[in-house]
């Protein structure tokens, strides 16, 4: 495993996993099936580094033509890796969507891989929204 922002970007290519620094750690039998798939794994803590840092490195990385798919992979119900799967809209946004690879959220849960469709990671940030929480409460 190697940082993400540590790690030139003409290096990567391939499947390419990003995932939490922890994630090794906390699950360590479905991340060893998952790493295993991957061309290259990097590492990337939210509770360390800023969103927009990933962003930013991860479009480069995406420029080079050399990725041919991005994983994006978290512990589940962490606050911080939470934000790692919000990186794909991001990346939608900025760069041409027809030009980029295929980009999957993935959750590890209980040595079990579940992937996250982008309807459920659009519905998370509504959750995030604590004033739509807050309606919600009010209105039961």
């Known amino acids: 495993m190697n940082s993400l922002l540590e790690t030139n970007l003409y290096d990567v ?8 620094t922890c994630l090794s750690k906390m699950q ?10 991957m061309d290259t794994v990097l590492t990337f803590c939210l509770e360390k ?9 991860i479009c480069g990385i995406l420029s080079t033509g050399k990725v ?26 900025v760069m041409n969507p027809k030009e ?3 980009i999957e959220n993935v959750i590890l849960k209980d ?7 982008d309807g459920t990671i659009e519905l998370s940030k509504d959750f995030v929204q604590l004033s739509t929480i807050e309606k ?3 209105r039961s």
Do not use: W
């Open 13 to 20: 290519r391939g499947k390419v996993l990003i995932c939490g």
């Open 28 to 37: 360590p039998k479905a991340y060893e099936k998952l790493a295993t798939k």
């Open 49 to 57: 580094e800023h969103m927009n840092m990933a962003i930013t490195k």
């Open 68 to 93: 041919t798919s991005l994983t994006f992979a978290s512990v589940n119900r962490s606050p911080h890796c939470t934000q790692l799967h919000y990186i794909k809209h991001e990346i939608m946004r």
């Open 100 to 102: 980029l690879p295929n």
């Open 111 to 117: 040595d079990k891989e579940y992937v996250i469709d």
């Open 136 to 138: 919600k409460k009010n």
